[in-house]
């Protein structure tokens, strides 16, 4: 990493798996709004979470590309899912999906288990925050 995007990692805490306990960056910042799973047409092609998942991945992928940045500029990403246990027990799948698209770049992550999201075939819906180097 540069020292435009710097994982941040304290002494003797343990390795984060999947994501980052912090991230310092500066640059051009593009804030990505909640992305559902349905296709650019605003349609859900699968109700399957990983699928959902996937695809909005792939929405935020295409936001950040008009941007003039990529999954490397990610420097935080919030999940809102409906299921805790859905979303934990997809865990082998949902890791290939995710390093399918965004490669073995782990921002700082939350997620969190909300009790609807705003589309109603939604399961997950994710957001980031991406800086474009200087």
Not at 42 to 48: A, H, L, M, S
């Amino acid at each position: 990493m540069s020292d435009l995007l710097r994982i941040l990692q304290p002494p003797g805490w343990p390795r984060p798996r999947g994501y980052a306990n912090g991230v310092a960056a500066r640059g051009v910042q593009v804030h990505v709004s909640g992305m559902v799973g349905w296709d650019a047409e605003g349609r859900f092609q699968t109700d399957d979470f990983v699928g959902q998942a996937r695809q909005a991945l792939a929405n935020i992928l295409a936001v950040l590309a008009d941007a003039g940045a990529g999954p490397q500029h990610i420097v935080r990403m919030t999940w809102y899912v409906l299921d805790k246990r859905e979303y934990l027990d997809a865990g082998a799948a949902l890791g290939a999906a995710y390093r399918d698209l965004i490669g073995r770049h782990y921002p700082a992550m939350s997620a969190v288990q909300v009790a609807g999201l705003m589309e109603d075939r939604a399961r997950v819906e994710i957001e980031v925050t991406a800086v474009i180097p200087d």
